[in-house]
């Protein structure tokens, strides 16, 4: 058995001290290791998405990768986008525009459209699709997942 590593994973805001194998993956880590179960795991293989997370401002796949690389770097999830009972825009929108149906991909879809128009708030609608089909939607619910990311992206827009 692999030695652990002691790591600090700070998870919207609260710091997860736990020893790792090295290989370890973070969204292994972030589930079981710290109880944070909204990050779900498809293929571990980073092509569906569903396991996307921001690190240090940036959609990871954390499928790919290892919980010791994301030692003491700032990790968001889809818990941490609500503000208390106040849904983030981007919720919001999922549920307006009836973005989720089965819900599993749904985690992985807000994570990446949120991180990716925090850095980019004025990304051209070509070029968010096109950041969309990163991620995949077993249930063939990509037209309103796109409405909803552009109605949410209008308004965070709105709100910066």
Request: glycine share 14%; hydrophobic share 35%.
């Given at each position: 058995m692999s030695e652990k590593t002691p790591?600090?994973?700070?998870i919207n805001g609260r710091d997860h001290k736990i020893a790792v194998e090295p290989r370890r993956t973070l969204a292994d880590a972030i589930r079981e290791?710290?109880?944070q179960t909204g990050t779900h795991i498809g293929c571990e293989h980073g092509?569906?998405?569903a396991c996307t997370?921001?690190?240090?401002g940036e959609p990871v796949r954390s499928c790919l990768m290892f919980a010791a690389q994301a030692d003491g770097k700032?990790?968001?999830t889809v818990e941490g986008l609500a503000k208390g009972n106040e849904l983030h825009p981007m919720q919001r929108a999922f549920m307006d525009h009836h973005g989720?149906?089965?819900?599993?991909?749904?985690?992985?879809f807000l994570m990446l459209a949120v991180g990716v128009l925090e850095r980019?708030?004025?990304i051209s609608d070509d070029d968010l699709l096109d950041v969309l089909s990163s991620n995949l939607c077993r249930c063939t619910g990509y037209q309103n997942i796109i409405k909803a990311v552009r109605a949410a992206a209008a308004e965070m827009r709105g709100a910066s």
């Open positions: 790591i600090t994973l700070k290791d710290c109880g092509v569906c998405g997370v921001i690190v240090n700032a990790i968001r989720l149906q089965c819900g599993f991909c749904t985690p992985g980019e708030p004025q």
